[in-house]
């Protein structure tokens, strides 16, 4: 990503009316999830009204921000690990006589804010998730004065606040786009930090998510995912004449250069009639759902704090099967909860051969301290959760192979998103969310073609550009 120091046209004053910085450059590094990286560009994007270009070389960074994960322990320990390297990277520039502003974001920053200045004194501020409108707030207060966090979670519309992308800068980013609709978490998983980190959940208005659409669009964007830690729970009210998030994607369906929708990540309790009409009924809606489960096992999702049975999955996966036969499904799983017995592990299995998954997430379950899973007894050891996740990721490989092999030959849409490695070729996605890469030329970008899948390599398909234009 790089940011456009002209963005919002204004010469004099910044964001917030602060002096522009000249000539300044930020490295955004973000892990985790896709609302990390929609928060990055997010915050790149109020940057640039600031004067900040970015880059990718941390040591010509005169500002870096660390946009963290803390959903698993490894995904945290590595923010210590990353800060220490440029803590040296500090400490070299300050030998040339450069200074650099050294931040931490997202999910770490909100879940451990003053232990993180504790352990590693080179951070000068922390910004907590629901802060990124502050950036340039804290900025200023960075400068020069001692190391701060600023993790309020009631610090007003976070979304309304932060500068909108420049048509440039959306151009940079491809034709395709993350939104964030829904923020936070009610549910409580009992192994989950995001509803600590990210707060209540919180729907965005329908009008300023579709204001936000039509500008994406208008920069060359044609298809964008909704994003959400709870996306089925989102109730901004005043979409379409249906009820909630489908009502939302008609809306959005009717900005012009719209062509893909979807959304990601949705709970079982949250997938109602409505939702499942709307792959049925709604041609914009891409045959894809993330919908996960975790685990097979009723005693284990009782234990989880799911408030669903694996029937329940099973017999929503049915409606959404009947509803839009050709359904990729997805799914997240979690191996080696506290008490999970072989038996409840074989539950997982059975469930996982029952569905047939076109792609999947699993991990070994990893403890967070203030979640109440981490209290529970019964932790299985590392070995068995990682013979557990290798069985069921073995299943799962199986099942995404099947599902693609068995697209070969058809003649499938392709929206072309990028160059592709070799000279000459393109890439993009499938409906199904599937990689493609074919001979083409690069006008083709942005556009859908039929394509037939004509081979299918390790990740992804090599196919054949059809004459005529896709709708
Ligand atoms: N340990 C392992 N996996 C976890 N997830 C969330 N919390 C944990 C944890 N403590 C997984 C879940 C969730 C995905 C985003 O990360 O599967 O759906
Ligand atoms: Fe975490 Fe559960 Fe909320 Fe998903 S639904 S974000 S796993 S607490």
């Given at each position: 990503m790089t940011v456009d120091s002209t963005a919002a046209g204004t010469d004099a004053a910044g964001f917030a009316g602060l002096p522009r910085a000249k000539n300044q450059k930020v490295l955004i590094k973000s892990y985790g999830c896709q609302m990390n990286v929609y928060d990055a560009a997010r915050m790149a994007d109020s940057l640039g009204v600031e004067g900040y270009s970015e880059t990718k070389d941390a040591g010509e960074a005169d500002l870096v921000i660390l946009n963290t994960c803390h959903i698993r322990e490894r995904a945290s320990e590595k923010v210590y690990s990353e800060l220490g390297r440029m803590n040296e990277i500090k400490e070299a520039r300050a030998a040339k006589g450069l200074s650099t502003v050294l931040a931490v974001a997202g999910c770490v920053a909100q879940a451990e804010g003053p232990e993180l200045i504790r352990r590693q004194p080179a951070v000068d501020f922390v910004i907590g998730t629901q802060s990124y409108h502050q950036l340039p707030e804290a900025l200023k207060r960075a400068a020069g004065g001692p190391a701060f966090v600023m993790t309020d979670f009631d610090t007003g519309d976070k979304f309304q606040q932060l500068v909108p992308p420049v048509a440039e800068k959306i151009k940079s980013r491809g034709v395709t786009a993350f939104v964030t609709v829904q923020e936070g978490c009610d549910k409580f998983c009992a192994f989950c930090v995001v509803p600590y980190t990210r707060g209540v959940e919180l729907s965005r208005p329908a009008r300023q998510i579709v204001e936000e659409v039509e500008r994406l669009a208008n920069a060359g964007v044609r298809d964008v995912t909704l994003l959400g830690q709870n996306v089925n729970a989102w109730n901004g009210g005043a979409g379409g004449p249906r009820a909630g998030l489908p009502g939302l994607f008609e809306k959005i369906a009717g900005v012009p250069g719209i062509s893909r929708i979807r959304y990601m990540t949705s709970h079982p309790c949250d997938m109602d009639d409505g939702l499942i009409e709307a792959h049925r009924d709604m041609?914009?809606?891409?045959?894809?759902l993330h919908l996960p489960v975790q685990s097979g096992s009723d005693r284990v999702l009782k234990a989880m704090n799911r408030k669903h049975r694996a029937a329940d999955y099973v017999k929503i996966i049915e409606r959404v099967r009947r509803a839009r036969p050709d359904i990729a499904i997805s799914s997240d799983f979690i191996v080696g909860f506290p008490g999970e017995t072989q038996s409840d592990f074989e539950d997982t299995m059975r469930l996982v051969r029952e569905i047939g998954f076109a792609s999947a997430y699993s991990f070994k379950y990893s403890s967070r301290p203030g979640t109440p899973a981490a209290d529970l007894p019964g932790h299985p050891d590392e070995a068995m959760k990682s013979r557990r996740l290798l069985e069921l990721q073995i299943l799962l490989e199986e099942q995404r192979r099947a599902f693609n092999q068995a697209r070969v030959g058809t003649m499938t849409e392709v929206l072309f998103e990028k160059e592709g490695r070799h000279k000459g070729q393109i890439g993009g996605k499938t409906p199904h969310m599937q990689a493609v890469h074919a001979e083409g030329p690069a006008e083709l970008i942005g556009q859908i073609r039929l394509v037939e899948l004509a081979e299918l390599g390790s990740n992804s398909f090599r196919g054949r550009i059809a004459g005529g234009t896709a709708p």
């Open positions: 041609p914009a809606l891409m045959p894809y």
